[in-house]
C-alpha cells in the first residue's frame, strides 16, 4: 500500500498540499475506509471558513475566523485526557473525533488557511507546534492545540525556555516545511510506537518517511535500527547504504561507514 504515497517523495515541497498529504498517510492504516468522504470533510470546512470571513484581510480577523470555524462550528481541539493516543496524529481519527496533537491540529489550520489564500505556516517550536499566520509585517502566533488562541511573544519565548533551556524567539523560530511537518506527524507516531513496545510498527512508520522525505537522514538511520531489532542485517545495510547515498555531511557520513563496517558480513553461499 505505501505505493500509495510515492508521489510524495517525488513532489517539490511547496506543491504538497498538508492536509491531503496526511490524510493519505493515514489512509495506510484504515485500508477499508473512503478516503473521499474525508477529503468532502475538509472541503466543507473550507467552505464554513470562507462563509464565516473568507475576505479577511488581517491576521487577527484570521485567526477570529478560524477559531470561529474549526472551534465552535466543528468543535476541533487538543486531545488533553489522552495525549499520546496514536489516534491524535492519524489525522482520519482527528478528523472523525475532533481531538488532536498541536501537530496535526496545525496542519489542519494551515491547510485551511492557505485554502483561502491566507499566508500561514505551521512553527518548528519544539514540544508543542504553534502556527503562524501572515508574514513578516503582519505575524500573529496562533495554538491550535488550545483552541486557536493568539500567542503572545512572551509566551512563546516561555515554551521556548520551557523545552529547550534557551530563548530563541524570533529569529531562531524557524517554520517547518510541508516534508518536514508530515515527517514530524510520522515520527511523533513511530516514538509512542517504540514507547508502547512495538518495534514493528515503529519500522513501518519510518519506512513510510524515507518513501515521504527519501533525502531526511534520520528515517533511513532510524529503520537501519530498527531492521537490525529484528535480525534483518540485510535490510539493515541497505538502508543504511541508501542514507550514504544522500548525506553529504562529513561527519555523518563516517558515522554511518562505519555503521556499516561494523555489520556482520554476508556469509558466503
Not at 57 to 85: C, I, K, N
Not at 152 to 177: H, I, K
Amino acid at each position: 500500500m505505501t505505493n500509495t504515497i510515492l508521489h510524495l517523495g517525488l513532489m517539490e515541497d511547496g506543491e504538497i498540499e498538508l492536509d491531503l498529504a496526511a490524510l493519505e498517510l493515514a489512509a495506510l492504516d484504515h485500508p477499508d475506509v473512503d478516503l473521499d468522504e474525508y477529503i468532502d470533510a475538509l472541503t466543507d470546512i473550507e467552505i464554513a471558513l470562507r462563509a464565516a470571513d473568507g475576505d479577511a484581510a488581517g491576521t487577527a480577523a484570521q485567526a477570529q475566523a478560524l477559531s470561529a470555524v474549526m472551534v465552535e462550528e466543528f468543535g476541533f481541539s487538543g486531545d488533553r485526557t489522552h495525549y499520546d493516543d496514536p489516534q491524535n496524529a492519524d489525522l482520519i481519527a482527528v478528523v472523525d473525533r475532533r481531538l488532536g496533537l498541536p501537530l496535526s491540529l496545525s496542519i489542519l489550520y494551515v491547510a485551511m488557511a492557505r485554502r483561502l489564500g491566507w499566508s500561514a505556516m505551521p512553527l518548528n517550536t519544539p514540544g508543542h507546534v504553534l502556527v503562524q499566520l501572515g508574514d513578516v509585517s503582519d505575524p500573529l502566533i496562533i495554538d491550535p492545540f488550545n483552541d486557536g488562541r493568539t500567542v503572545a511573544p512572551e509566551q512563546v519565548e516561555a515554551l521556548l525556555e520551557q523545552m529547550t533551556g534557551q530563548v530563541r524567539f524570533p529569529d531562531g523560530m524557524l517554520p517547518l516545511s510541508n516534508r518536514s511537518a508530515l515527517v514530524r506527524l510520522l515520527l511523533n507516531q513511530a516514538t509512542r510506537a517504540e514507547q508502547a513496545g512495538d518495534p514493528a510498527r515503529a519500522l513501518v512508520l519510518y519506512d513510510r518517511m524515507t518513501i515521504v522525505a527519501p533525502t531526511h537522514p534520520h528515517g533511513w538511520w532510524e529503520r537501519a535500527r530498527l531492521q537490525l531489532v529484528a535480525g534483518d542485517v540485510a535490510g539493515a545495510r541497505s538502508s543504511l547504504s541508501a542514507m550514504l547515498e544522500i548525506t553529504r555531511d562529513d561527519d555523518l557520513r563516517l558515522q554511518v561507514s562505519a555503521a556499516l563496517d561494523a555489520l556482520p558480513r554476508p556469509t558466503p553461499s
